[in-house]
């Protein structure tokens, strides 16, 4: 069965801190994403990743980083943590190739930066 | 990038069908759409996919017509358990890479 694993359910973190978020996939997934979820907002995307080593900004990526050093783990890190990055973070993998298809999402972590 | 246009809120009685409809006006031409619900504090759940016409599975009909410029996601018969915030994707490869934006979504709340 498919399964992306989020390191973390709720995290409480102190503003300034350095803040890293994983998330694991066992499908062999190319593409990996990091979304935030706000209130009245929907998934907004931060960054994703197409193939190890590479990243591309999605819409909100300020404030935010990378890592992709292996193909199943994809990390999300705030580099200084602050308030407004409260947030619900979700990882999410899709398959590579040519046809479209399904995105795996994991559960999500709540993240609280006080 | 193609970007959604979805209702806010949509509430409906169990038992009725419900129709979610999205705009998405820039649509290209390997786009994909795919719905995915979502239950609170948990991730979106894929739901259905299509290209073009109509696409049925077990839980729900997907609905596209000829300029692919809006998409319908069908709900036979709902139930309380389908209370959820329904989301319309639109992506799809460009040079073997996605970039999967999601709209605010539909909060469905479905009444006894």
């Known amino acids: 069965d498919v399964k992306v694993t989020q390191s973390s359910r709720y995290l409480v973190k102190r503003t300034g801190e350095k803040v890293f978020l994983e998330c694991v996939q066992d499908m062999d997934h190319e593409n990996m994403f990091w979304y935030r979820q706000d209130p009245g907002l929907g998934l907004r995307l931060i960054y994703f990743s197409y193939d190890v080593k590479m990243k591309e900004k999605g819409d909100i990526p300020e404030g935010y980083s990378v890592s992709r050093e292996k193909k199943e783990r994809f990390s999300l890190i705030l580099e200084s943590a602050s308030t407004n990055q409260t947030s619900m973070y979700l990882c999410a993998s899709v398959r590579g190739g040519e046809s479209n298809t399904e995105a795996f999402f994991g559960q999500g972590t709540r993240l609280t930066v006080v | 990038l193609a970007k959604t246009t979805q209702p806010i809120s949509m509430d409906s009685y169990e038992g009725q069908e419900v129709n979610i409809t999205c705009s998405h006006n820039?649509?290209?031409?390997?786009?994909?759409i795919t719905w995915y619900q979502q239950f609170p504090s948990q991730g979106p759940r894929f739901i259905i996919q299509g290209y073009k016409t109509k696409v049925t599975n077990e839980v729900a009909s997907l609905f596209i017509p000829a300029d692919r410029k809006s998409s319908t996601l069908s709900l036979p018969r709902v139930s309380l358990s389908d209370t959820a915030v329904y989301y319309c994707?639109?992506?799809?490869?460009?040079?073997?890479?996605?970039?999967?934006?999601f709209g605010t979504g539909t909060r469905l709340k479905v009444l006894a």
């Open positions: 820039n649509i290209a031409t390997n786009d994909y």
């Open positions: 994707l639109v992506g799809g490869s460009t040079s073997g890479t996605y970039k999967y934006i």
